[in-house]
């Protein structure tokens, strides 16, 4: 297909498309003239990608240039996950722990759920956010580890099966971006309906509107 052709079948400006062209983002199509080259299923599917990653995800150019370059120059699948999980979840503005009690907490939940001892941006972010909770004496118990991390372990264990189905690594970069994005702010959802739910419980009859007696 020509660009014309391209521009249809994806719903993607031609002005766009030559942008994402000059911009790396698109590979080039197979040159059959001086000035036209032909497209294939290949570039509509980046092209999906693209829109994806910005309209949906919030990524910029630059954020996508670095996931698509990785993706082409046939980087693992885990280094791809955590780079898809570090942009979109912005692990990358976390500094990693001290080495205190953020630390100690995070390897403590690592060893309960006998998750993989293994260094990630992930975990250098729960090492920080734990010490930021203590430094505003925020007690995190050992039971609330416990709990937030067993729910989580069945979330993410549903996620990853979901995640890694696509053979194509431009679907598989769909698939984990747009997945960890969604699923983050459904699970944010859940969670506040959850916790309004259990309030209306302890306290609908405060807001029943019955008026105490009259002496």
């Known amino acids: 297909m020509q660009l014309k052709d391209l521009s249809e079948q994806s719903g993607v400006p031609a002005a766009s498309i030559k942008f994402y062209l000059r911009e790396g983002l ?20 980046r092209l999906r990608l ?44 976390a500094a990693a722990g001290s080495g205190g009690r953020g630390t100690q907490a995070t390897d403590a939940v690592v060893h309960l759920r006998n998750w993989p001892d293994y260094p990630s941006d992930a975990r250098n972010a729960l090492n920080a956010h734990l010490e930021l909770m203590d430094s505003l004496d925020i007690e995190v118990t050992d039971e609330v580890l416990d709990t937030y991390s067993q729910a989580m372990d069945d979330v993410a264990r549903y996620d990853i ?55």
């Open 161 to 215: 099966a979901a995640t890694t189905t696509p053979e194509s690594v431009d679907e598989l970069i769909l698939t984990a971006a747009v997945g960890m994005h969604m699923h983050s702010q459904l699970l944010l959802k859940v969670l506040a309906l959850a916790q309004a739910s259990h309030a209306i419980r302890r306290y609908e009859g405060e807001t029943s509107g019955t008026a105490a007696p009259q002496e």
């Open 50 to 93: 693209i829109q994806a990653l910005r309209r949906v995800v919030g990524l910029n150019i630059e954020q996508i240039r670095s996931l698509l370059r990785m993706a082409d120059d046939g980087a693992p699948r885990l280094s791809l996950l955590a780079a898809v999980q570090r942009v979109v979840l912005k692990l990358d503005t």
């Open 26 to 45: 698109l590979p080039a199509g197979e040159a059959i003239h001086a000035t036209r080259a032909e497209y294939s299923v290949r570039h509509l599917e």
